[in-house]
T-cell receptor, first 109, second 114 residues
Framework: GQNIDQPTEMTATEGAIVQINCTYQ??????LFWYQQHAGEAPTFLSY??LDGLEEKGRFSSFLSRSKGYSYLLLKELQMKDSASYLC??????????WGAGTKLIIKP | IAGITQAPTSQILAAGRRMTLRCTQD?????MYWYRQDLGLGLRLIHY???????GKGEVPDGYSVSRANTDDFPLTLASAVPSQTSVYFC?????????????FGEGSWLTVV
């Protein structure tokens, strides 16, 4: 079966750095997405990786290793507004997105 | 910029009733999707449409039906609602169903079946 694993919850301090990991086992691979979802709101797109390596976008970076079935989202200079759930999703061979259950990130002052 | 509009925003529905959740997008996207999101389970695909006139079943299609008469609209119908269909429903769209196409979400419809 297809599976996306990510931690259920993480806590970090304002101004610090946090890394949210995602491992996957899917039927084929056509890219990995990270989305942010604030409580009670819709998911919003953060990043897309299809090749191995690091993609940097401001305070957020996303890394992919296809051989290891592994990705992480790195958030720097954490702000209170970064408190949200972070969703990892993999596009499989049928171009369908397989979603992880999400990681709830709690930022403490 | 409207993007994706869903209606209703929230609804309490008696079990056994029929309900249609509406979804309209103004981005001229070819592909549209309906997801449900339940605590601890993540987003699950109910039905999708890669282009107007075509639809397909996702991971959890039972009890739901969709239609795609035109590019902009993708309604989701619950023929006879049951309590297990209590969830938040997200309509989404993308330019196409291929690698790299970002999926954009509507604001969600909160449905409670009692």
């Amino acid at each position: 079966g297809q599976n996306i694993d990510q931690p259920t919850e993480m806590t970090a301090t304002e101004g610090a750095i946090v890394q949210i990991n995602c491992t996957y086992q899917t039927s084929g691979f056509n890219g990995l997405f990270w989305y942010q979802q604030h409580a009670g709101e819709a998911p919003t797109f953060l990043s897309y990786n299809v090749l191995d390596g690091l993609e940097e976008k401001g305070r957020f970076s996303s890394f992919l290793s296809r051989s290891k079935g592994y990705s992480y989202l790195l958030l720097k200079e954490l702000q209170m507004k970064d408190s949200a759930s972070y969703l990892c999703a993999v596009m499989d061979s049928n171009y369908q997105l397989i979603w992880g259950a999400g990681t709830k990130l709690i930022i403490k002052p | 910029i409207a993007g994706i509009t869903q209606a209703p925003t929230s609804q309490i529905l008696a079990a056994g009733r029929r309900m249609t959740l509406r979804c309209t997008q103004d981005m001229r996207h070819n592909a549209m999707y309906w997801y449900r999101q339940d605590l601890g389970l993540g987003l699950r695909l109910i039905h999708y449409s890669n282009t107007a006139g075509t639809t397909g079943k996702g991971e959890v299609p039972d009890g739901y039906s969709v239609s795609r008469a035109n590019t902009d609209d993708f309604p989701l119908t619950l023929a006879s609602a049951v309590p297990s269909q209590t969830s938040v429903y997200f309509c989404a769209s993308s330019e196409g169903a291929s690698s790299g196409n970002t999926i954009y979400f509507g604001e969600g419809s909160w449905l409670t079946v009692v």
